[in-house]
T-cell receptor, first 118, second 110 residues
Framework: GAVVSQHPSWVICKSGTSVKIECRSL??????MFWYRQFPKQSLMLMAT?????????EQGVEKDKFLINHASLTLSTLTVTSAHPEDSSFYIC??????????????FGPGTRLTVL | TQLLEQSPQFLSIQEGENLTVYCNSS?????LQWYRQEPGEGPVLLVT?????EVKKLKRLTFQFGDARKDSSLHITAAQPGDTGLYLC??????????FGQGTRLTINP
């Protein structure tokens, strides 16, 4: 199957700093990528849909100025957590939609990035 | 937003037993997927069901999509410790968005 990578796999930062997380589709071009957040022992919550060459679409309640998303190429989307605070500590997961999936929507998930804000 | 109710949320059983996890919604989904997630990793797709009434088998796992495409179930036969993990159902919403259930944390005790 298709491979999606994330970098870094984990990051620890001080409160007030910004952190950038990269999501790459390694063997296919993804016009659409998705960013999720998962708190401990909870399910995945969609944060935003990232479309190559256009602005991201954010879910209700997600601050677009705090979670900056850039999808500059067909294989790379980045999520920047600006002015991070301890409550932003979470597991951030991206997925990339493989357009070759045909009728069924196939998203491949990255391995996730564990963010800890001190 | 369409919601998916997954049950049970926690399940701990002995090796060799059978189990069923349910995923229910009041809304219709065009298709539904089941994922398995290990700690510290992203979810891995197990199956996609598209047609109402569809049944798919993956070794000891049987997935069923309800006739009305509002619910689904995952049945595991003769569970093994390797089946331990978080199982997530996800419905396909418009604009390609996935709506996830709360997840079922399954523990199989040797």
């Amino acid at each position: 199957g298709a491979v999606v990578s994330q970098h870094p796999s984990w990051v620890i930062c001080k409160s007030g700093t910004s952190v950038k997380i990269e999501c790459r589709s390694l063997d296919f071009q993804a016009t659409t990528m998705f960013w999720y957040r998962q708190f401990p022992k909870q399910s995945l919550m969609l944060m935003a849909t990232s479309n190559e060459g256009s602005k991201a679409t954010y879910e209700q309640g997600v601050e677009k100025d705090k979670f900056l998303i850039n999808h500059a190429s067909l294989t790379l989307s980045t999520l920047t957590v600006t002015s991070a605070h301890p409550e932003d500590s979470s597991f951030y997961i991206c997925s990339a939609r493989d357009p070759r999936g045909g009728r069924t929507d196939t998203q491949y998930f990255g391995p996730g990035t564990r963010l800890t804000v001190l | 937003t369409q919601l998916l109710e997954q049950s049970p949320q926690f399940l701990s059983i002995q090796e060799g037993e059978n189990l069923t996890v349910y995923c229910n919604s009041s809304s219709v989904f065009s298709s539904l997927q089941w994922y398995r997630q290990e700690p510290g990793e992203g979810p891995v797709l197990l199956v996609t069901v598209v047609t109402g009434g569809e049944v798919k088998k993956l070794k000891r796992l049987t997935f069923q999509f309800g006739d009305a495409r509002k619910d689904s179930s995952l049945h595991i036969t003769a569970a093994q410790p390797g089946d331990t993990g978080l199982y997530l159902c996800a419905g396909i919403q418009g604009a390609q968005k996935l709506v996830f259930g709360q997840g079922t944390r399954l523990t199989i005790n040797p």
